[in-house]
């Protein structure tokens, strides 16, 4: 009777065994800092603390940017508000839902309208004031409200605004997400409402075109649209996003950056608007609480873009005012997915002050040496 109670209990704690010895032979991923310290050529990264150059490496290679010109647009609208080229206004919801291509395609939007929903934010119109649209952007990367504002703002103007910023050599910036679905996404009916194929090596201005042909045709047919992307598998053709991807150095986004603060801080066509303005970017997690903290990230399909723009609130006398860029080049679809949450959550490591010892270790990993240049 012993050996058949003694049997199952011997069997239980091998079983056991076994599998606490599978977890601890396994090997533990690899950290953001293990992929810095083995893989420095594929890094780009460049640090300014309070107006010092503290890292630069390899930041003179370009990389494909993505949706971080949607600071670019952010700047320009900021110019536009502040001189008054647009008005203080209220948009109407239905308006921007004419952009909306329901959460397969636009989940950014999604979440955007449940948060002002839930905030109280759109009025018994049915309406939302102008600054919380380029909230959604920069917060939910809401691909309507870009659409809308690209539109509003001219992406002739965006693009000057970012050759103002420094960006001499940027690919143009097509500040129309939405348009670049509908032409560059199969799904069913699609030639039946009149979508143009899309031939290669277009110019700027001919490709204008064909998004305000989407355009025309999506103001026509909005729910019906969604309807045929919601009810029915989509494939997009990548290869040619790709292709129309902004691009830019390192240097030139931390260029680009540091002069968008110098304009913030110098004069009234703010871009980094205080916490209660726009957004609230504190971050409670980190215990700090910020004058001005913006960070963008992009994935594409080979490289991770990301910056980062911080002003902590400090005690009198003291500053750790923070513009970070970095690039992950050349990543499989594993490290993609991997790194993708620790770079921006790094990022956002370095804003906070008590986190200072992290460059030094940026500059050990990375072979760079530290530059102490005032710029």
């Not at 119109?125 to 870009?146: C, F, P, W």
């Not at 129309?176 to 799904?187: I, K, M, Q, R």
Request: hydrophobic share 40%; aromatic share 10%.
């Amino acid at each position: 009777m012993k050996r058949n109670i003694y049997l199952p209990l011997l069997t239980l704690c091998l079983g056991l065994l076994c599998a606490c010895n599978d977890i601890f032979r396994k090997t533990p991923p690899p950290s953001f800092f293990d992929f810095l310290r083995d893989s420095p050529e594929r890094i780009s990264i460049r640090i300014t603390v309070n107006d010092t150059l503290m890292l630069s490496h390899n930041d003179m290679i370009s990389a494909k940017t993505g949706t971080l010109p949607d600071i670019v647009t952010a700047q320009e609208f900021a110019r536009q508000y502040y001189t008054r080229e647009i008005a203080d206004s209220m948009v109407s919801m239905t308006t921007l839902g004419v952009y909306y291509l329901g959460p397969k395609a636009d989940w950014g939007h999604l979440n955007w309208y449940n948060h002002v929903k839930s905030a109280g934010l759109i009025s018994s119109e049915d309406k939302i004031h102008i600054r919380e649209v380029i909230r959604g952007i920069l917060q939910y990367k809401s691909m309507a409200n870009t659409e809308y504002l690209g539109l509003l703002l001219g992406p002739e103007k965006i693009n000057l605004m970012a050759g103002n910023l420094g960006l001499k050599e940027h690919r143009p910036i097509i500040p129309f997400p939405v348009s670049n679905f509908l032409l560059f996404t199969a799904f069913d009916s699609k030639e039946a409402e009149g979508f143009p194929a899309i031939p290669q090596n277009l110019s700027f201005e001919k490709y204008l075109q064909y998004c305000h042909i989407a355009q025309t045709i999506l103001k026509r047919r909005p729910g019906y649209i969604r309807k045929l992307i919601s009810d029915h598998p989509f494939q997009t053709d990548n290869s040619h996003m790709e292709d129309w991807q902004p691009y830019g150095t390192a240097e030139a986004y931390h260029a680009m950056v540091r002069e968008i603060a110098a304009i913030n801080n110098n004069n009234g066509t703010r871009f980094f608007p205080p916490a209660n303005e726009f957004a609230d970017w504190r971050l409670s997690d980190y215990g700090t609480t910020y004058r001005h903290l913006v960070i963008q990230q992009h994935v594409n399909q080979q490289n991770i873009a990301a910056f980062g723009y911080a002003d902590p609130l400090l005690p009198a006398g003291q500053r750790y005012k923070t513009e970070i860029i970095l690039f992950l080049h050349q990543l499989s679809e594993e490290e993609r997915m991997q790194f993708s949450p620790m770079a921006e959550q790094f990022i956002r490591g370095l804003t906070v002050p008590r986190n200072k010892d992290l460059i030094v270790r940026l500059q050990e990993l990375t072979g760079a040496d530290k530059t102490g240049k005032s710029i």
